[in-house]
């Protein structure tokens, strides 16, 4: 039988967020990347404490080569991401701006940074993460205490990426988006809002952090409720736990495998049902078992990716294909 890939099947784009030291350091790493996937995202090389490393410097190395190395292999990049509570860097955090100084210091990083990579990297998620569970304005943030209008400001953020790059496809993206109705209806208000006010916002990311016992019905009922805003839909950081307990002697043996597979089929299925201008990419977090960030940066044993530590297509990988 002729085999296809991610990549030659969907007519979406494939990403994987991937890391330059894996590409630069391991062949059969970069290999799958370039077998499989039309699309990268940096796991944190375009993240804002990545590139503005002081007030008065910014870092391009690791962003520059990811851009590159999409050019010289005709992938697209997805830029993750401009605005996020979690990655201001620190410095920006103990400078203790007013909301003014704040608001123009990240002006001037939206436009560098966007400007710089205009017409290469095609999509930007503007903003990241900015409502709780349930809803509520996330309160880790310094944004809430800085500006009275929260949104507001997000929403001056897409204005200052659009004014770099006219072409680029802009994001808003949040985890449990499907999963979690108070969430969704916060987004789904800052969407009408944005759209009343002419925010130029083309697309919502929901990460996909899930897990293979995540509730289906739930999920599908929450996703075709995001895609009621007409906006491009992300599948953004996909990936499906199947150690659930987070047990130290979990065994993902063949019953859990075809349970991760179809899981996977599932949403693949679900996609493939938004109308085709809402079809955006699917981007996996990560592209092999073997470097998870919920092994690597929550350290427990997990296996929810398509490829195994070997870069063997697991059934997670079939059952992707099939939903396509
Ligand atoms: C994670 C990366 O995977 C880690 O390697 C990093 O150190 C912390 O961030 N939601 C997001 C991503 O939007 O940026 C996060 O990435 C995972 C959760």
Redesign the pocket.
């Known amino acids: 039988p002729i085999t296809q890939t991610l990549k030659e099947k969907a007519k979406f784009k494939i990403g994987a967020?991937v890391?330059m030291k894996d590409l630069q350091n391991e062949a059969n790493y970069k290999n799958a990347v370039l077998k499989h996937y039309n699309q990268i995202t940096g796991?944190?090389e375009m993240?804002m404490a990545s590139i503005w490393t002081s007030a008065t410097a910014y870092n391009y190395t690791a962003a520059d080569y990811l851009v590159s190395f999409a050019k010289d292999n005709n992938m697209e990049v997805h830029g993750?991401?401009l605005v996020?509570y979690?990655?201001f860097p620190e410095w920006f955090k103990n400078a203790k701006y007013d909301s003014i100084a704040f608001e123009a210091k990240v002006k001037v990083y939206i436009t560098d940074v966007v400007g710089r990579y205009k017409g290469r990297v095609k999509s930007w998620?503007v903003v990241?993460?900015v409502f709780a569970d349930g809803g509520a304005m996330r309160n880790e943030t310094v944004i809430n205490s800085l500006f009275k209008d929260p949104i507001g400001f997000y929403g001056r953020c897409f204005r200052y990426a659009k004014a770099a790059d006219p072409d680029a496809k802009l994001f808003y993206?949040d985890?449990s988006v499907v999963i979690d109705g108070g969430k969704r209806a916060a987004i789904k208000k800052m969407v009408t809002r944005f759209k009343a006010n002419g925010v130029p916002i083309d697309g919502l990311g929901d990460?996909f952090?899930y897990a293979t016992d995540t509730n289906r019905q739930t999920m599908k009922t929450g996703f075709t409720d995001m895609a009621s805003t007409g906006l491009l839909i992300h599948i953004?950081?996909l990936d499906i736990k199947v150690n659930t307990g987070k047990s130290d002697s979990y065994v993902f043996n063949d019953t859990e495998a075809q349970k991760q597979a179809e899981t996977y089929k599932y949403i693949t299925t679900m996609y493939e049902e938004l109308p085709q201008a809402q079809k955006f990419a699917i981007s996996t977090?990560?592209v092999t078992d073997k470097y998870t960030?919920l092994t690597?940066?929550w350290h427990y044993k997990e296996y929810p990716l398509l490829l195994d530590a070997d870069y063997n297509k697991k059934p997670a990988y079939q059952g992707f294909l099939d939903g396509l």
Do not use: I, L, M
């Open positions: 967020a890391k796991e944190f993240k993750h991401t996020w979690d990655s998620d990241n993460e993206n985890y990460q952090h953004s950081e977090w990560g960030w690597s940066f």
